[in-house]
């Protein structure tokens, strides 16, 4: 049962452009929700995070907005930079809870 | 470097073999988290401890164990191992023991090749 879908396995995007990608959520239990950036032979890295109250944060070329109605998250990467390419992962929980649930990532490349 | 140490990077077997990987989280973080990422599949949660204690299970086999130790240090071993074990084992850690606020740091991981 995958409570955190990535319906979108790959994306390309023009350098400079804006990257959007996409994550949707089924259960309204979670609270607190991550984006992670894997590259090739790495583990995942950490990019930003947001809880449910809140429906946007930001951290420079990152904003990452949260549409509770919806269970939808969504992270906008402006401008896009070659060196942005790699696979996008979300992940939620409940803030009490005891494990991240992962989607399946998006695989984002960037053109230059 | 994020802080997280997984051993071995690589290991190839074979079929009913049983292995060890291991895994030394950041320095300070007691929570250790070990995920499997199979070809094309996501992140799959296995097993999560908090300063040596079992927090929670995911979908993992009872072929599979893990335990942390009073160092903090983590061994997830798997035994009998079939084919579809073949996969990307990956460690993380965390401070504390809940989620919220909570930000994992993954290792590099142990990519897994049972023949």
């Known amino acids: 049962d995958q409570q955190v879908k990535q319906n979108s396995p790959s994306l390309s995007v023009q350098e400079g452009r804006i990257s959007i990608l996409n994550c949707d959520y089924t259960?309204?239990?979670?609270?607190?929700f991550l984006w992670y950036k894997k590259y090739p032979a790495e583990g995942p890295t950490f990019l930003i995070s947001?809880?449910?109250?809140?429906d946007k944060n930001e951290d420079g070329r990152f904003t990452v907005f949260l549409n509770k109605s919806a269970k939808h998250l969504s992270l906008h990467i402006v401008p896009s930079q070659p060196g942005d390419s790699a696979v996008y992962f979300c992940?939620?929980?409940?803030?009490?809870?005891?494990?991240?649930?992962f989607g399946t990532g998006t695989s984002l490349t960037v053109i230059p | 470097d994020s802080g997280v140490t997984q051993t071995p990077k690589h290991l190839i077997t074979a079929t009913g073999q049983r292995v060890t990987l291991r895994c030394s989280p950041r320095?300070?973080?007691?929570?250790v988290y070990w995920y499997q990422q199979s070809l094309d599949q996501g992140l799959q949660f296995l097993i999560h401890?908090?300063?040596?204690?079992?927090?929670a299970k995911g979908n993992i086999l009872e072929r599979f164990s893990a335990q942390q130790f009073p160092d903090l240090h983590s061994e997830l071993n798997l035994s009998s191992l079939e084919l579809g074990d073949s996969a990307l084992y990956f460690c993380?850690?965390?401070?504390?023991?809940?989620?919220?606020?909570?930000?994992?740091?993954f290792g590099a991981g142990s990519r897994l090749t049972v023949l």
């Open positions: 993380a850690s965390s401070r504390g023991a809940l989620a919220g606020a909570n930000v994992l740091t």
């Open positions: 401890y908090y300063n040596g204690e079992e927090r």
């Open positions: 259960n309204s239990m979670f609270d607190y």
């Open positions: 947001i809880s449910s109250i809140k």
């Open positions: 992940a939620a929980s409940g803030w009490s809870g005891n494990q991240f649930y």
């Open positions: 320095s300070g973080d007691l929570s």
